[in-house]
C-alpha cells in the first residue's frame, strides 16, 4: 500500500523516497485532500508508539520540504 510504505519511509528518514511515493500517489490521479485524508487514517492504524502517531499528525515527524508539497499540488495556502 502507498500510504503505508510513506509512513514507513518517514518513519525511516528516507525524505526522498516518501516524496517519491507521494508523487506516484498524485500522479495517479488521486486528489490531495484523499491523499491526506487516507494518510491519516493509515497513520491511525500504523504499527508504532502513540507519541509517534501523534508526531505524524502534527507533520513534524515527516516534514516534506514545503516547496516539494506545494510544487506536487500538497500544498495551497490561501
Given amino acids: ?3 503505508q510504505m510513506i509512513v514507513q519511509s518517514c518513519l ?3 525524505i ?3 516524496y517519491a511515493n507521494l508523487n506516484e500517489l ?3 490521479g488521486y486528489s490531495p485532500v484523499d491523499v491526506i ?7 491511525k492504524t500504523y504499527p508504532m508508539p502513540e507519541h509517534a502517531k ?3 499528525i502534527k507533520v513534524r515527524r515527516c ?3 514545503y516547496t516539494r508539497a506545494t510544487r506536487s499540488g ?5
Fill in 12 to 14: 525511516q528518514a528516507d
Fill in 63 to 65: 516534514p516534506l520540504p
Fill in 54 to 56: 501523534l508526531e505524524f
Fill in 16 to 18: 526522498d523516497q516518501a
Fill in 74 to 78: 500538497l500544498l495551497t495556502w490561501p
Fill in 26 to 28: 498524485l500522479r495517479e
Fill in 1 to 3: 500500500m502507498p500510504g
Fill in 37 to 43: 485524508t487516507t494518510l491519516f487514517r493509515v497513520i
